[in-house]
């Protein structure tokens, strides 16, 4: 029977592709057969990240708080090869602080990334899959924070409502050109994101609650995209998949 989670053959396009959840699922999406355009800011680390991943990875630099780059980076991402596959994993939550000391710098930071670089680079290569007639599978990494309301990651949780609400809109308007739209919501992953929360007496807390007992890897999370970029999940549209370790169950 023919391997329904292969990727042999598509191209992949991952935003903040450099490390953590971005890096992990590149190197998925090339075990399991595809070529991969990983994006972010860092230069350096990202020429490493592409050198670590192998002759089936690219880079292209991207900051996405700015739409004229996203566009300038899809186009040159699609030149090398039409994208089969978007992961908007790109995202940040530079603070844990109260609403009231949250400055409009902060929430422009925040919602600039999350929320408006995620519908920007969807529109760039969804405009580009509708010309050139290809299927595809749009990937938003969400967060539990998007439904759970946690404090002190008020615009985050903000960014990431609103980004699940886009992943229904989107799938609903691009169903019919045959472009999937999905989300993945991770629970407390262990990286460069969350180091500083982990270290902290809440960070203790906070994953003694997982029922699973333990805090994700980024691998963890890599599973589920290669589900969603797969001829597995060729029916699944406008759906979120939780991979939480059972946290939202408590
Ligand atoms: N870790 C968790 O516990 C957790 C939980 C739920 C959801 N998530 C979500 O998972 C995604 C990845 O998180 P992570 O933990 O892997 O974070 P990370 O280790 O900090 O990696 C973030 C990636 O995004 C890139 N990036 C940041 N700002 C960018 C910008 N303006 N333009 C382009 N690239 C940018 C970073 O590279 P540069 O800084 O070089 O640009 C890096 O490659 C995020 O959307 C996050 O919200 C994480």
């Known amino acids: 029977m023919q391997d329904m989670f292969s990727l042999e053959g598509r191209t992949a396009l991952v935003t903040g592709g450099s490390r953590g ?89 925040v919602i600039d990334v999350n929320l408006r670089g995620s519908f920007f680079c969807a529109t760039e290569v969804a405009k580009r899959m509708f010309e050139s007639g290809r299927a595809g599978s749009i990937i938003n990494i969400s967060s539990v924070g998007g439904s759970t309301p946690l404090e002190r990651l008020n615009v985050y949780g903000v960014s990431k409502a609103g980004l699940d609400h886009m992943t229904r809109i989107l799938a609903l308007e691009w169903a019919d050109r045959n472009v999937r739209v999905n989300g993945i919501a991770p629970g407390w992953t262990e990286t ?54 059972g946290r939202g169950l408590r």
């Open 21 to 109: 959840i971005g890096f992990s699922i590149a190197q998925a999406f090339i075990a399991a057969g595809a070529r991969v355009v990983i994006t972010a800011r860092g230069e350096e680390q990202l020429q490493a990240a592409a050198r670590e991943l192998g002759v089936n990875a690219i880079a292209r630099r991207c900051d996405n708080t700015d739409p004229t780059d996203i566009a300038r980076a899809v186009e040159s991402a699609w030149e090398l090869a039409p994208i089969d596959i978007l992961v908007n994993n790109a995202g940040i939550s530079p603070y844990y602080k109260r609403a009231e000391y949250v400055t409009v710098a902060d929430w422009d930071s």
């Open 192 to 245: 460069d994101f969350t180091g500083d929360l982990f270290a902290s007496r809440w960070g203790e807390k906070l994953r003694a609650d997982i029922p699973l007992g333990r805090l994700a890897t980024s691998s963890d999370i890599a599973g589920a995209a290669v589900y969603l970029a797969s001829d597995a999940s060729s029916y699944v549209t406008g759906s979120l998949i939780v991979v939480d370790g």
